[in-house]
Antibody, heavy 121, light 105 residues
Framework: EVQLVESGGGLVQPGGSLRLSCAAS????????MSWVRQAPGKGLEWVSA????????YYADSVKGRFTISRDTSRNTLYLEMTSLRADDTAIYYC??????????????WGQGTLVTVSS | IQMTQSPSTLSASVGDRVIITCRAS??????LAWYQQKPGKAPKLLIR???TLMTGVPSRFSGSGSGKQFTLTISSLQPDDFATYYC????????FGQGTKVEIK
């Protein structure tokens, strides 16, 4: 069974930084693109960032471009999201999600349980 | 690409036929998925490529459409189906609709 487990969320002050992790199991991690999707409290889903299976291609939503960095460590089967210059509107549950393909560009068939990031002073 | 779902909220009874509509701001061919999300849970992929049902998803769910207009149909609503449904385009990056909450009438 494929499982994704996020960690690293918490309370951070505006302007601060945080690194999220997503540990994957039950799959050949490098075979699949991965994404981060967030959901503000009581709101809908927003795609944040994606990375190809090999890690060579990355993509970002305009709302986070230049502030967030996605990466992956195949040896650790782990996906990361480095978040800097955090703002109040970054407050959300952050989900990692598995793409159906190696190259980003398909639907997301497996999701983690999410980790909450709260940006507040 | 903007995705617009309608309605935002839908009140229905067990056994009802439910139709949710999703419209794209430009053509996305059939690069569309539907997800179900229950409170406090992660989304679950129901349908991809506009009409391909994922393994394990009950056959009462179906999807149709192409280009800009798509629908998700639940042929006979069951108690487990009360949830929020999202469409998602993946022709150009990924964009979700705002969601449709299916609630008990």
């Amino acid at each position: 069974e494929v499982q994704l487990v996020e960690s690293g969320g918490g309370l951070v002050q505006p302007g601060g930084s945080l690194r999220l992790s997503c540990a994957a199991s039950g799959l050949i991690f490098s075979n699949y693109a991965m994404s981060w999707v967030r959901q503000a409290p009581g709101k809908g889903l927003e795609w944040v960032s994606a990375i190809s299976g090999g890690g060579g291609s990355t993509y970002y939503a305009d709302s986070v471009k230049g502030r967030f960095t996605i990466s992956r460590d195949t040896s650790r089967n782990t996906l990361y999201l480095e978040m800097t210059s955090l703002r109040a509107d970054d407050t959300a549950i952050y989900y990692c999600a598995k793409d159906l393909d190696y190259s980003p560009g398909d639907a997301f068939d497996v999701w983690g349980q999410g980790t909450l990031v709260t940006v507040s002073s | 690409i903007q995705m617009t779902q309608s309605p935002s909220t839908l009140s229905a009874s067990v056994g009802d036929r439910v139709i949710i509509t999703c419209r794209a701001s430009e053509t996305i061919d059939r690069w569309l998925a539907w997800y179900q999300q229950k409170p406090g849970k992660a989304p679950k992929l129901l349908i991809r490529q506009a009409s391909t049902l994922m393994t394990g998803v009950p056959s009462r769910f179906s999807g149709s459409g192409s280009g800009k207009q798509f629908t998700l149909t639940i042929s006979s609503l069951q108690p487990d189906d009360f949830a929020t449904y999202y469409c998602q385009q993946y022709r150009t990056y990924w964009t979700f609709g705002q969601g449709t909450k299916v609630e008990i009438k």
